[in-house]
């Protein structure tokens, strides 16, 4: 059986190597995101792996299905950059993958106890030999209240972690399923010291925390996204940290990252004034949607596409 990979770095590409053997997989692996320019590279496969980073069109998608591809197995947990009805109108399933969620979960309690220790700071005034203690001193985990929006499987590994530190903590989802304390998103808004977004992005969560929102958040409080960047109005984040109204953001995906984040722009102008004001503020962490980027991470994802084409084709031939 072969499969096409589109949007393959390099990492990707040797585990795909190493894998698809084991799997009675022929692997056929193309840098480029999926378009239709590159859509003779499918080649009579049915399957195709495609990465996140840059969204598919509608028109590519219908490209793809009449090359004769019937599922597109997506190397992310999040459906974002595809729109799965309209893959479906035209004959495709969309498929995600799991992965250790530990790998989103340890980087949002490191983004979280920067925040709160104001690391951005520190390092930056550690960088010009600037060793003085800050007139702005650290808080401590076990002394605040922790919100938690969304409790999947990451949701889920934050809470346990979280136990370990000794704070309060709360959680929010519309389908409580985790062993948590479920508060209505108001009062998780209210009470919490930091709040820490983890919920999927789709039509009801666009804008979760929107200037209103932002504006029921307790008083100082911090804001910490390893999610999807259109779950917080930026604008609205940013007008609440230029007042003081919130403490500081430690943010791993923004609005409008698309063509910016996994690209070299040391050399170019970047087209975003939300990012460029959020980067310029001191208690704000900026981190380029790296939070799933772990070893054990990206096996989990290659292994896992690979298993979803094989499963889906084994549904074909048994349905």
């Known amino acids: 059986m072969g499969i096409t990979i589109y949007g393959c770095g390099q990492d990707e590409a040797a585990l795909f190597r190493e894998m698809a053997p084991r799997f009675g997989v022929l692997p056929?692996?193309?840098?480029?995101?999926?378009?239709?320019?590159?859509?003779?590279?499918?080649?009579?496969?049915?399957?195709?792996?495609?990465?996140?980073?840059?969204?598919?069109?509608?028109?590519?998608?219908?490209?793809?299905?009449?090359?004769?591809?019937?599922?597109?197995?997506?190397?992310?947990?999040?459906?974002?950059?595809?729109?799965?009805?309209?893959?479906?109108?035209?004959?495709?399933?969309?498929?995600?993958?799991?992965?250790?969620?530990?790998?989103?979960?340890?980087?949002?309690?490191?983004?979280?106890?920067?925040?709160?220790?104001?690391?951005?700071?520190?390092?930056r005034r550690a960088d010009v030999h600037d060793y003085r203690l800050q007139d702005v001193r650290g808080k401590?985990?076990?002394?605040?209240?922790?919100?938690?929006?969304?409790?999947?499987?990451?949701?889920?590994?934050?809470?346990?972690?979280?136990?370990?530190?000794?704070?309060e903590v709360l959680a929010y989802d519309k389908y409580p399923q985790a062993d948590?304390?479920?508060?209505?998103?108001?009062?998780?808004?209210?009470?919490?010291?930091?709040?820490?977004?983890?919920?999927?992005?789709?039509?009801?969560?666009?804008?979760?925390?929107?200037?209103?929102?932002?504006?029921?958040?307790?008083?100082?409080?911090?804001?910490?996204?390893?999610?999807?960047g259109a779950l917080i109005e930026t604008e609205a984040l940013i007008a609440a940290l230029d007042s003081g109204k919130l403490g500081g953001a430690a943010l791993d995906v923004v609005e409008g990252e698309e063509g910016i984040f996994y690209a070299d722009c040391s050399d170019k102008a970047i087209d975003s004034k939300p990012l460029l004001r959020l980067q310029e503020l001191p208690n704000v962490l900026i981190s380029p949607h790296t939070a799933y980027y772990t070893d054990h991470a990206l096996s989990d994802t290659v292994e896992n596409s690979i298993v979803n084409c094989l499963k889906f084709e084994s549904g074909k031939q048994h349905g």
């Open 28 to 123: 056929t692996i193309v840098d480029a995101p999926v378009s239709e320019a590159n859509i003779d590279l499918v080649a009579g496969n049915r399957c195709i792996s495609v990465g996140h980073k840059t969204r598919i069109t509608n028109s590519t998608l219908r490209a793809l299905s009449e090359a004769g591809v019937a599922y597109v197995s997506t190397r992310s947990i999040g459906f974002n950059h595809i729109d799965v009805d309209y893959a479906a109108s035209v004959g495709i399933t969309v498929g995600n993958v799991s992965y250790s969620p530990d790998s989103v979960a340890d980087f949002t309690l490191m983004l979280m106890l920067m925040a709160i220790r104001n690391a951005k700071s520190i390092i």
């Open 140 to 167: 401590e985990l076990r002394d605040l209240t922790v919100g938690v929006i969304g409790t999947g499987r990451i949701g889920v590994a934050v809470l346990q972690r979280l136990r370990g530190f000794g704070c």
């Open 180 to 228: 948590a304390d479920y508060v209505a998103l108001d009062e998780l808004l209210r009470r919490s010291d930091i709040v820490t977004l983890h919920a999927p992005l789709d039509a009801d969560t666009y804008h979760l925390l929107d200037r209103h929102k932002i504006e029921e958040m307790k008083h100082g409080a911090f804001i910490i996204n390893t999610g999807r």
